[in-house]
C-alpha cells in the first residue's frame, strides 16, 4: 500500500525564493496534517485539514506560508518568500476518519541559504 | 509554556537496563495519548496508544495519569534498537473537526552495547 508520498525529499535554495512542498495523502484518508521539525522547536503542526477545508491553522508561522488542499489527494504548502530560518524538516501526515493514528510521509528536508 | 513537555536527554543507557521516560501535557481537553518513536532522519511511527489503566506491548508500559496530566513510557531489557528519539503526543479534541496530534519535542535515548 502507498504511505503519504511527498516532494521533493530534499531541496536547497536561496533566501528570496519561492518554495512548493507538495503531499500525496493516503487515499481514504479525511485528515491531513502539515508539520515542520527542527533541533530548537521539535515538531510543531502548521496546519491541518478535514476532506479538503483548512480546519486550524494558528501554527502556520506568518504570512508568507500558505497551504492549500485543491481535492482529497493532493496538498501543498508554499513558502514565499523563503528565509534562512524557514530551514527545517517539513511532514506531511494523514488520518482516517475513524482512529487517532496518524501516518507520515518521509519528510521534506528545505535548506535555504 | 509549552502544551506537552519532556525531558529532552539524552538518556544514555546500557543494554539490558530499564528506562523510563516522562511526559507532562497542559490541555485539559487532551482526549487521546500516545508515544511515537522516530529514528534519525526519519519520520516519526506510532510506537503505542496510553490508556487510562496502563497498557503494555511487550517490554513497553505506557502509564497516563489525567488528574496530574501526565503520561510515561517504561522501556524494560532494552536493546541496542531501541536507541531513537521517543515522542509523547496528545490529542486535543476540536469539536465536530476531529482532533490535533500536539507532539512532545521528544526524549533521545541511546543504548549502549
Known amino acids: 500500500d502507498a504511505g503519504v508520498i511527498q516532494s521533493p525529499r530534499h531541496e536547497v535554495t536561496e533566501m528570496g525564493q519561492e518554495v512548493t512542498l507538495r503531499c500525496k495523502p493516503i487515499?481514504?484518508?479525511?485528515?491531513l496534517f502539515w508539520y515542520r521539525q527542527t533541533m530548537m522547536r521539535g515538531l510543531e503542526l502548521l496546519i491541518y485539514?478535514?476532506?479538503?477545508?483548512?480546519?486550524?491553522d494558528s501554527g502556520m508561522p506568518e504570512d508568507r506560508f500558505s497551504a492549500k488542499m485543491p481535492n482529497a489527494s493532493f496538498s501543498t504548502l508554499k513558502i514565499q518568500p523563503s528565509e534562512p530560518r524557514d530551514s527545517a524538516v517539513y511532514f506531511c501526515?494523514?488520518?482516517?476518519?475513524?482512529?487517532?493514528?496518524?501516518?507520515f510521509g518521509e519528510g521534506s528536508w528545505l535548506t535555504v541559504v | 509554556r509549552k502544551e506537552v513537555e519532556q525531558d529532552p536527554g539524552p538518556f544514555n543507557v546500557p543494554e539490558g537496563a530499564t528506562v523510563a521516560f516522562n511526559c507532562t501535557y497542559s490541555?485539559?481537553?487532551?482526549?487521546?495519548f500516545f508515544w511515537y518513536r522516530q529514528d534519525c532522519r526519519k519520520e516519526p511511527k506510532l510506537l503505542m496508544s496510553?490508556?487510562?489503566s496502563g497498557n503494555e506491548d511487550g517490554r513497553f508500559t505506557a502509564q497516563l495519569n489525567r488528574a496530574s496530566q501526565y503520561i510515561s513510557l517504561l522501556i524494560r531489557d532494552s536493546k541496542l534498537s531501541d536507541s531513537a528519539t521517543y515522542l509523547c503526543?496528545?490529542?486535543?479534541?476540536?469539536?465536530?473537526?476531529?482532533?490535533?496530534?500536539?507532539f512532545g519535542q521528544g526524549t533521545e535515548l541511546s543504548v549502549k552495547p
Open positions: 485539514f478535514n476532506n479538503n477545508v483548512p480546519i486550524d
Open positions: 501526515a494523514s488520518r482516517p476518519l475513524s482512529g487517532n493514528t496518524i501516518y
Open positions: 487515499s481514504g484518508h479525511d485528515y
Open positions: 496510553v490508556y487510562s
Open positions: 503526543v496528545v490529542n486535543i479534541l476540536i469539536y465536530n473537526q476531529g482532533g490535533k496530534l500536539i
Open positions: 490541555n485539559s481537553a487532551s482526549q487521546s
